[in-house]
């Protein structure tokens, strides 16, 4: 009798590991593309600090008797967007990356101390350029698990913007 019992034993412990293993191997897999997602707004991330501090800079350059160049500072912080997030277009759905620099939130704000635009109860103490993107990634395997194909991250940047020519 006891032979018999170790049989049955064996026999549901394939059974346990043929039905377990499918779902070890998606929850696997659903990890593996999470992290590939936040790699990717990491990478996002990046790209939006780097051009708020190239516009920054490019606004403290404008000369002569002006402080801060605003319109310079947005064309350049648009400009510069685009460029970064190129590399990464692969990641965006249904998005490019001239189309999610155009459609950044873009604020150049001087009169401090002020409250941030984007950031709420939030009080800006120094000159700076901020900016917002909305940028859809693809998940790729979260479809299996019944989450949506696309999830759309917002993030924020900001760069301290100093006053030249005065």
Do not use: W
Request: aromatic share 2%.
């Amino acid at each position: 009798m006891s032979r018999r019992r170790c049989r049955h034993e064996r026999g549901s412990s394939v059974l346990y590991v043929v039905v377990l293993s499918p779902v070890l191997l998606l929850s696997m897999a659903l990890a593996t593309e999470a992290g590939g997602l936040q790699m990717q707004k990491e990478r996002v991330r990046s790209a939006l600090d780097q051009s708020a501090v190239v516009a920054a800079a490019a606004a403290s350059r404008a000369g002569g008797s002006v402080g801060i160049d605003r319109a310079r500072a947005v064309a350049v912080m648009r400009e510069v967007l685009a460029e970064n997030l190129l590399p990464l277009s692969s990641a965006f759905a249904g998005a490019t990356a001239s189309s999610l620099a155009a459609d950044a939130d873009v604020a150049v704000v001087t009169d401090v101390p002020a409250a941030d635009p984007f950031a709420a109860g939030a009080i800006l103490r120094h000159p700076s350029i901020e900016v917002r993107v909305r940028v859809p990634l693809r998940t790729g395997l979260f479809v299996a698990a019944g989450l949506p194909s696309t999830e759309t991250v917002t993030l924020v940047s900001a760069a301290a913007l100093r006053e030249t020519g005065r």
